[in-house]
């Protein structure tokens, strides 16, 4: 009996075992997890903002370019309506000029055919003419057409027209200009009329 006493003594004399659970870490990282969520959703909003911002100033570059663009186009269009205009101004004075100096050599020509009526004098008749011819030549060169000279030289197709063509046994002579039928002419380079020849075949 007193060995069971004893056990029982020794029992109530332990001190009770109190477990402790630290949790201060886990509410650390509940914590840390929440101030990261609120981070992100701080952001969110400001990087949109930035996306919104980033696309407004892209598209108001945009309207400039579009404006500018039109603005140009428009001052390209006035530009060219001047110039037409300015064209069409230097073209009709260019008529002006030409005609009034034309007219006097048909005032010419029309005198020569009404001496015809009141005079038998052929030889006046054909002076007469022949001073309108020169005088019509005269202002041509004047204004810049030159007759092309087709003496001593062979067939061009770049000026010359062949109405007519002469056999010849000479091979020199093939290809060559026999005879100008009718004048023909150039204005600044550019051909105005083909001139008419005859031109010399070469027969075997």
């Known amino acids: 009996m007193a ?41 969110l909003p400001t990087y949109v903002e930035k996306l919104k911002q980033e696309a407004e100033e892209k598209d108001k570059r945009l309207r ?8 140009k186009s428009g001052e390209n269009d006035d530009f060219r309506k001047r110039l037409e205009k300015d064209n069409d ?5 260019f ?4 005609f009034s100096r034309l007219t006097p050599i048909l005032d010419n020509l029309n005198r020569a055919i ?6 038998k004098d052929l030889e006046a008749l054909q002076k007469g003419v022949e001073l309108v011819a020169k005088q019509y ?25 062949v109405l007519m ?3 010849t046994t ?13 004048p023909g002419y150039i204005f600044k380079e550019k051909l105005i009329k083909a001139a008419k020849v005859k031109v010399a075949h070469l027969v075997k």
């Open 170 to 182: 000479d091979p020199e002579k093939d290809n060559m200009i026999v005879e100008e039928l009718e």
């Open 3 to 43: 060995k069971k006493k004893s056990k029982a003594s020794a029992k109530s004399n332990e001190e009770p075992v109190i477990n402790i659970v630290d949790r201060r870490s886990a509410l650390l990282e509940d914590d840390a997890v929440d101030d990261a969520e609120a981070n992100i959703e701080d952001r």
């Open 64 to 71: 400039e370019y579009i404006a500018a663009y039109k603005e």
């Open 114 to 119: 009404q001496n015809t009526h009141s005079s």
């Open 165 to 167: 063509t002469e056999d």
């Open 95 to 98: 008529k002006a000029n030409l």
């Open 89 to 93: 101004i230097r073209l009709d004075q």
């Open 137 to 161: 030549a005269r202002e041509l060169k004047n204004n810049g057409v030159e007759q092309i000279n087709t003496q001593n030289r062979k067939f061009d197709p770049n000026t010359d027209e």
